[in-house]
């Protein structure tokens, strides 16, 4: 396992932007893919975007497709999380997560790392 710091959250106004980051420990870390989930209040967990072990593959879900960029830095040890054009319902604690494996997925019971959230809230 690694251990995952995620910072960078806020109150933003809706259209706005924030860039979320994920910091990791652990040597390992440039062979686990990465996810990013999200939970609102009274909502279950959602998949929001993963990345593979290298960055040169990525996925989201479709409610943020154009609008949010996953990207890593595995010289830094960092996770990306780059939204854009806000919207209210993005907010959320946004969660990362790595995967022991070199491709992400959405399913998160296939994550066995997670960092402790970060709060981001947009206003209209």
């Known amino acids: 396992q690694v251990q995952l710091v995620e910072s960078g959250g806020g109150l933003v106004q809706a259209g706005g932007s924030l860039r979320l980051s994920c910091a990791a420990s652990?040597?390992?870390?440039?062979?686990?893919?990465v996810g990013w989930f999200r939970q609102a209040p009274g909502k279950e967990r959602e998949f929001v975007a993963t990345?593979?072990?290298?960055?040169?593959?990525?996925g989201y879900i479709d409610s943020v497709k154009g609008r949010f960029t996953v990207s890593r830095d595995n010289a830094k040890n960092t996770v990306y999380l780059q939204m854009n054009s806000l919207k209210p319902e993005d907010t959320a604690v946004y969660y990362c997560?790595?995967?022991?494996?070199?491709?992400?997925?959405?399913?998160?019971?296939?994550?066995?790392?997670w960092g402790q959230g970060t709060q981001v809230t947009v206003s209209v």
């Open positions: 990345i593979d072990y290298r960055g040169g593959s990525t």
């Open positions: 652990g040597r390992t870390f440039s062979s686990y893919a």
């Open positions: 997560a790595a995967a022991p494996s070199r491709y992400g997925t959405d399913q998160h019971r296939l994550y066995d790392s």
